[in-house]
């Protein structure tokens, strides 16, 4: 079970002959896994808060940049609406 972490309980329990429920049972109890939130993620490396940092950085550039862009101050002239 644990060398195949992406397939689903009812996968393993057909594959394995045992009924869901106890699939399932092996999963919570005995390997201490909840299927909602099983995730296979990989792991974070120094450099990655540093990047993660730096696009945060300018994100903010460019929301301060566009601030005036994405406003809700709307200019009517007749039967138009121009937004600045």
Not at 3 to 12: G, I
Not at 50 to 74: D, P, T, V, Y
């Amino acid at each position: 079970m644990l060398s195949s972490l992406s397939r689903s309980a009812r996968q393993h329990s057909s594959e394995l002959g045992f009924t869901k429920r106890s699939a399932r049972r092996i999963w919570n109890l005995d390997l201490q896994f909840h299927p909602y939130i099983l995730a296979v993620v990989q792991q974070l490396k120094p450099v990655d808060y540093a990047q993660s940092l730096n696009f945060a950085h300018e994100m903010e550039k460019i929301r301060k940049r566009l601030q005036n862009f994405f406003s809700n101050n709307g200019h009517h002239m007749g039967d138009v609406v121009f937004h600045s």
